[in-house]
């Protein structure tokens, strides 16, 4: 097994070298350098000042976030100039100007030193005139000429910070926002409003909280980066590969095992690391090479990748960087989201199991051969401690300890628990280094954290929210069913170019208040946005994480995504039931029972699908499976009285017997 260069931008640590894992044995998938970039990003290599420079702050950021989470935060623009300014620092030196310019990419070229010299300079200037920001009169207090250079060289540099980790999109569109907030005067009528000086940008953006030092950084800088250190440490100590060989262990045996194993370890790898992209480059280079030699043809290999590893968006306890937004933005603990996102979530996996075992049984495919898997009880011996600080974090959050304060607590926990047995024991040199990576994987999304800061400071200050609202609600003629409709369409064409995290922010500032204008509830209705969001990813002609699938698995990568999307559908259709069901809201008696009902519809949607049920299916038999799940489906809906549900219920158990008789018959012909 190799050693990691220190160079290198990943955010795992290599393994003990006496350590070996038994999906080792499997064939994997060799992954192309561009796959490996857009899943981590594009890095320098760094070599002598530059590198122990990037190496001396992303660690000192790291004891200074861990030193907070115990000792009690900074104050606001304290704690959040410090990581604005560090991970600004970073991206300078860790990413090229572009990712395919050649002449920065060993060396830091004299504009990102000016660049990261005066990131430093305005923590420092910013922290030193904290006092006088707190004190002061916004609007109306004088704005020095330091204040001036010093915000617009900011946003300068959150706008590049934003096209290098990102892309141009990123920039483009808060470059948008910001040009309306300057030209309001000049835009239609629909758009139109007097605009705001200079001054007031300065104000607005870098001397109050309401601008790039608002909740959003405020967030990144506590509880974000307290999971992503998390699942950092965790793949420091070579958790993710034993929960590998426990998911092979238990699952890799049965019908369509390695779809099972691909299923089941995204769920797991989802709790730990909340990126698609990155999911599918690390279990789909060993599931999709199992899934192909068992039977599964490329495309459906890497279909059933890509939705397993977009679920980890949606896996608790560690979902994406939208859900932790999503908490900041409806203003409850980031608790109560994992809490109401567990049934959706395992409504989502269940969905994916019950179509990999459907086209298994259709194909007659078996499992892994027995000699193959390392017994369940060997896996648990030597990997099942891991489960303890997810279990333990699962707890501090339940029983109302912050997220912040949990998440670096079980990170501290995981390394206690490496060092305690031999074969899973770190150096303190493979401690240090995750302790950067830490930092590093704050930095490739605080970019577009930053930027996003600022989109929503612009459409706070233009009051482009009320228009926004104003407009949806327009076209919806105020019909609820028509306002969800728009809002995942926009949220689609939002996704195609746009990581979920950003367009979930867009799209619950200017889309959510018209939803809670329609009367649905605030959490329910940023939910339902965060889950729309998701579709971008497996849904044609952009679906960037069914490509990458398709970039391993071999196959055409359109044919992938219109796979995915008929495996993915849960997204669609389970979003609806948050709106109009009880299956966010209600009693915990009556979110059990109508998640009982969605997985036997869920069920039958797949033989709809997958055209099988004991056998395959005709036509009508196969309408009927449609039928079932649509009766199921509105059965539980909200409005409809006690005997009407009795009606919906009757209807459907009628369906599924005269299905399971047909079916039977043929069997016995």
Known sequence: MTKKDTNAPSTSVPESESTTFGFEKFEKADVSEELIEEANGKYRNLTGFPRYLAFGIGVLTTIIIVYTAFAGVFLPMIQRSLIICSMLSLTFLWYPTTKKSKFDRNKVPIYDWVMIAMSLFSCWWTMSNNTRFITRIPFASEIKTIDYIVAIALVFMILEAGRRTLGISITIICGVFIAYAFLGPYC??????????????????????????????????TLLFGFLAFGTMLQCVNADKFFMDICISVAGRRRGGPAKVAVISSAAMGTISGSSIANVVTTGTLTIPMMKKTGFTPEEAGAIETCASTGGQIMPPIMGTGAFILAETVGIPYSNVCIVSIIPALLFYIAIYFLVDMTARKRGLHGLPASE????????????????????????????????????????????IAQLRK??????????????????????IAGVIFCASLIVSMINVTGLMMKTTAIILSFSHGKLWVCLILVAAIAYLLG???????????????????????????????????????????????????????GIAGGQPMKTGFTALKMGFTFYYVPILFVYSQLINGTWWSQCLIAV?????????????????????????????????????FMMFDGLTLPMRGAFLAVAAVLIASLYFVQKKKQAV
């Open 496 to 550: 195609m170019g746009l990581p979920i995290s950003t367009s979930y922010i867009i799209l619950a500032t200017l889309s959510a208040p018209a939803l809670v204008n329609l009367g649905v509830d605030m959490l329910v209705a940023h939910l339902t946005i965060f889950w729309f969001t998701q579709l971008a990813t497996i849904t044609p002609p952009v679906c960037m994480t069914a490509f990458a699938a398709a």
């Open 373 to 416: 898997i390392t017994p369940l009880k060997q896996t648990m011996r030597a990997g099942g401690a891991f489960f303890i600080p997810i279990l333990v974090l699962v707890t501090l959050l339940v029983i109302g300890y912050t997220p912040f304060l949990s998440g670096v607590g079980c990170t501290i926990l995981i390394l206690i």
């Open 423 to 444: 074969s899973n024991r770190v150096s303190l040199k493979k401690i240090i280094l995750a302790m950067e990576d830490c930092s590093k994987g704050l930095m490739s």
């Open 188 to 221: 239609p009528a629909m758009f139109k409003y007097k605009g705001i000086t200079l001054a007031k940008f300065v104000e607005q953006t870098y001397m109050t909280t309401e601008g790039m030092f608002g909740s959003l950084t405020g967030m990144a800088s």
């Open 597 to 633: 009902f969605a997985i036997i519809a869920i069920y039958f949607l797949g033989t709809f699908t997958e055209k099988y049920f004991m056998g395959q299916l005709g036509n009508v038999q196969r309408f009927t499976g449609l039928a079932i799940f649509l009766v199921l489906y």
